[in-house]
């Protein structure tokens, strides 16, 4: 083990201790200690979960990359391991970007990921080359091949760019052989996706350029997925600067879902749709993975990158996944719904219904706290003129609240957290377009201390939003600009044991 391994290993395990699991989400994973960002390596490997991320233990703010590392059973209760990699090779020695892992058929587990180097251009700009890398291991040691790296930029098509080439996505065909999915850059196109394939592990062959941005969403591209679900074939992947079309794609950054069909022939996606993944704040990088009973399920990194430095220095832990959701296409659209082994952290349920609603502002006893699962539908009142706002506010106290609102005439829902404690309220809030009968909608908030992820009409749509707010505010309240019925059920939220290291 190299010693910038064993030294952030030695790092984590000694500074954790400072931070109480109180002060930390209950169900979702954060970082260890410091910075982290994507979702990497997600996959079930020895009878378990893991979860491998992008992961800074040094500081709270994003820097030199290693893999921190973490196991589950139920993907809600999670253990941290030993950091998995640190950036130690000649080839990586700037960071360990994102990547996969697989389960390899003489059981090792393999790491696919992009290894970063800085080097001094002609013009002596200091540019950071991109190459894929692999790793073997046990599920808690690794060990970084000796051929790396595997591809590089001699594998580029034409006009590739090698300081844009990251973020392999690796999987098995049935016939043994490796496919890695890589993001590129083609300058003055934007992000492409190039699909490699090998027999041996060591060398690589390009074999077809998946998809091409073309200059339509956003930039530069990363974190590609691409995984079958409900008889279509799914590709996920985040641009970078994205300009907004209408609703859709409004977080600069932010993660795209094109629907359609792998060409086996041509090796080319042949898309049939595009839509937004996410339509609150914090949502980027998302990786899936296939459950033993055939769920895909899919975790994100629940920041963005536009907010994701309002925070001081001495912040011990920065950055959180998303709730795990279970996918399905249903109608040609996305649905993703909170996995289904959050019901086992259901406290006894709290239930209301028929409560009327009008102008004004009730709490519902009994509905309070900041972990919590709340469902909410909507009906307007019989003989009433449509409702103009309903809004369900969370993390509240006098100073402060988070918002979750309906504007039926105009069919938008938007959120808005400029009230959570932040002091730059300019970059808070979000709208989605969203479905319903005349003011009929059904709502689900999953609260989880410092996040709220809003799931629309079982899943059509969800807004996710981090809030960074004191947890003494634990109030719930619902708010009527006219006249509507509400009806809710609640049930407390608590996990059997908080996030800790493994014994
Ligand atoms: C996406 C990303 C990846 C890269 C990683 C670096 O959030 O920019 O493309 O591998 O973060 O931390």
């Known amino acids: 083990m190299s010693q910038a391994l064993r030294d952030a290993r030695r790092y984590e395990e000694e500074r954790e201790r400072s931070i109480a699991p109180g002060a930390r989400p209950a169900f979702h994973l954060s970082a260890r200690v410091g910075w982290m960002n994507d979702p990497n390596g997600f996959s079930w490997y020895g009878g378990q979960y893991h979860l491998f991320y992008q992961y800074h233990p040094y500081d709270s703010h994003w820097g030199p990359m290693h893999w921190g590392h973490a196991v589950s059973d139920d993907l809600l209760h999670w253990r941290y391991l030993p ?13 360990c970007y994102s990547g996969g892992a697989l389960t390899l058929p003489d059981g090792r587990h393999l790491l696919m990921y992009t290894g970063v180097a800085e080097e001094l251009t002609e013009t002596g700009a200091l540019r950071r080359v991109q190459t894929q890398n692999l790793a073997f291991g046990d599920g808690m040691n690794y060990r970084k091949y000796e051929k ?59 074999l077809s350029v998946v998809a091409e941005n ?11 997925d691409l995984f079958r679900l409900d008889g279509r074939d799914v590709l996920v992947a985040s641009a970078q600067d994205m300009l907004p079309k209408g609703f859709e794609y409004h977080n600069g950054n932010g993660t795209f879902c094109l629907m359609g069909r792998m060409d086996p022939d041509t090796g080319r996606f042949i898309e049939e749709s595009d839509q937004a993944v996410d339509y609150g704040i914090d949502f980027y990088a998302p990786q899936t993975v296939l459950t033993p009973d055939g769920r895909r399920v899919m975790i994100g990194w629940m920041q963005n990158w536009d907010t994701c430095n309002l925070h001081v220095k001495s912040t011990p832990w920065f950055g959180q996944m998303s709730l795990p959701r279970e996918l399905s296409i249903r109608n040609g659209v996305l649905f993703q719904r909170p996995i289904r082994e959050l019901e086992a952290l259901r406290g006894p349920c709290v239930e209301y219904r028929g409560v009327a609603l009008a102008d004004g502002e009730i709490a519902l006893p009994g509905i309070r706290g900041r972990t919590g699962d709340l469902e909410i539908e909507l009906e307007p009142e019989d003989g009433a003129e449509l409702f ?9 106290s006098e100073l402060y609240h988070t918002g979750v609102s309906f504007r039926p005439v105009e ?4 959120v808005d957290r400029k009230f959570s404690g932040s002091r730059r309220a300019i970059i808070h809030q979000r709208r989605a377009k969203v479905n319903h009968d005349r003011g009929r909608l059904k709502l689900r908030l999953i609260l989880d201390r410092f996040s709220v992820e809003a799931f629309v009409n079982d899943g059509e749509k969800v807004m996710t939003a981090t809030l960074n707010t004191d947890l003494a505010a634990d109030g719930i309240t619902f708010f009527a600009d006219g006249r509507l019925r509400m009806n809710a059920r609640f049930w407390p939220l608590e996990a059997k044991k908080t996030p800790t290291a493994a014994d």
């Open 388 to 396: 103009h706002r309903f809004a369900v506010r969370f993390a509240k």
């Open 83 to 95: 950091a998995a990699m640190a950036p130690d090779m000649p080839y990586d020695r700037d960071g």
């Open 411 to 414: 069919s938008v829902l938007k």
């Open 214 to 224: 073309r200059g339509r969403l956003g930039l530069m591209w990363e974190c590609p």
């Open 148 to 206: 790396n790296p595997v591809i590089a930029a001699a594998d580029l098509p034409e006009g590739g760019s090698r300081y844009d080439f990251r973020d392999p996505r690796v999987w098995q065909e049935p016939d043994g052989s490796l496919r890695a999915l890589v993001a590129n850059d083609h300058p003055g196109e934007g992000g492409r996706l190039l699909l490699y394939g090998s027999e041996d592990m060591e060398h690589w062959k390009l």
